[in-house]
Nanobody
Framework: VQLQASGGGLVQPGGSLRLSCAAS????????MGWYRQAPGKQRELVARIYSGGSTNYADSVRGRFTISRDNAKNTVYLQMNSLKPEDTAVYYC???????????WGQGTLVTVSS
């Protein structure tokens, strides 16, 4: 499986961005796709994930501001980020995991910068 992420950029505080990540190759089910982020000097952390059945998990820091969704027909996951804060600045990485091994497949990072 290969992942292609897009949608990062520079946005002012309070603004919005949408990230996309398209998976290609042998997609297995059940699976989940999601987003992690890594800010300078910090560990990579889970932002949000969505399972092939539709259930979702969010980090407390983004719940209520970010929404993850997926289009199973297109094997694409989206992260709608609203009310962005400077502390959301990070490189965002797409991830795919699937049964039976649940091993990690990472996409290339996309930089999100929230600054005035």
């Amino acid at each position: 499986v290969q992942l292609q992420a897009s949608g990062g950029g520079l946005v002012q505080p309070g603004g919005s961005l949408r990230l996309s990540c398209a998976a290609s190759g042998s997609i297995r089910s059940p699976n989940y796709m999601g987003w992690y982020r890594q800010a300078p000097g910090k560990q990579r952390e889970l932002v949000a994930r969505i399972y092939s059945g539709g259930s979702t998990n969010y980090a407390d820091s983004v719940r209520g501001r970010f929404t993850i969704s997926r289009d199973n027909a297109k094997n694409t996951v989206y992260l709608q980020m609203n009310s962005l804060k400077p502390e959301d600045t990070a490189v965002y990485y797409c991830i795919y995991k699937a049964s039976p091994t649940w091993s990690d497949t990472w996409g290339q990072g996309t930089l999100v910068t929230v600054s005035s």
